[in-house]
């Protein structure tokens, strides 16, 4: 698993050379598009970064037209980070050419090997999540 997830994290970071943009960025890009629109705090907590290291992040990432901040209407001291369309069109390029390349390494795998090998993911995924739920209760 180790090997696998650095060969991957080596080729996604290959693949944002080509962005104007880093590692922590995409990975706060790809939280706000899944969850939302979340606050400083919020993003923090998702992408296990310091409060002030977040808010320097964000700072980035505004200064590139890849989010802004979007101030709440019914409560003014709550700030939401929103994504762009610059920064929706990144993360959209660059999950489709991880794709490519999971696709292009996959070639040889039987129809029955893939339908395995995403069962098999989704259990492994599942698993992590009760495990994690469990430990957080203690």
Same mark, same amino acid.
């Given at each position: 698993?180790?090997?696998?997830?650095?060969?991957?994290?080596?080729?996604?970071?290959?693949?944002?050379?080509?962005?104007?943009?880093t590692?922590?960025?995409? &990975?706060?890009?790809?939280?706000? #598009? @899944?969850? !939302?629109?979340?606050? $400083?705090? /919020?993003?923090?907590? *998702?992408?296990?970064?310091?409060?002030?290291?977040?808010?320097?992040?964000?700072?980035?990432?505004?200064?590139?037209?890849?989010?802004?901040?979007?101030?709440?209407?019914?409560?003014r001291? &709550?700030?939401?980070?929103?994504? #762009? @369309?610059? !920064?929706?069109?990144? $993360?959209? /390029?660059?999950?489709? *050419?991880?794709?490519?390349?999971?696709?292009?390494?996959?070639?040889?795998?039987?129809?029955?090997?893939?339908?395995?090998?995403?069962?098999?993911?989704?259990f492994?995924?599942?698993?992590?999540?009760?495990?994690?739920?469990?430990?957080?209760?203690?």
């Amino acid at each position: 698993m180790r090997y696998i997830s650095g060969i991957i994290k080596q080729n996604g970071r290959k693949i944002l050379n080509n962005y104007p943009i880093t590692s922590p960025q995409f &990975v706060a890009l790809q939280w706000l #598009l @899944e969850e !939302g629109d979340l606050t $400083i705090g /919020e993003l923090s907590n *998702k992408i296990s970064l310091a409060f002030s290291t977040t808010t320097d992040l964000v700072d980035r990432m505004e200064k590139n037209d890849l989010v802004e901040r979007i101030r709440s209407t019914t409560d003014r001291r &709550v700030v939401r980070i929103h994504v #762009l @369309e610059k !920064g929706k069109t990144i $993360i959209h /390029e660059v999950i489709e *050419k991880r794709q490519e390349y999971l696709e292009e390494v996959m070639e040889e795998f039987s129809v029955e090997q893939r339908e395995t090998l995403h069962e098999l993911l989704n259990f492994l995924h599942e698993q992590m999540k009760i495990v994690n739920e469990n430990q957080q209760q203690r």
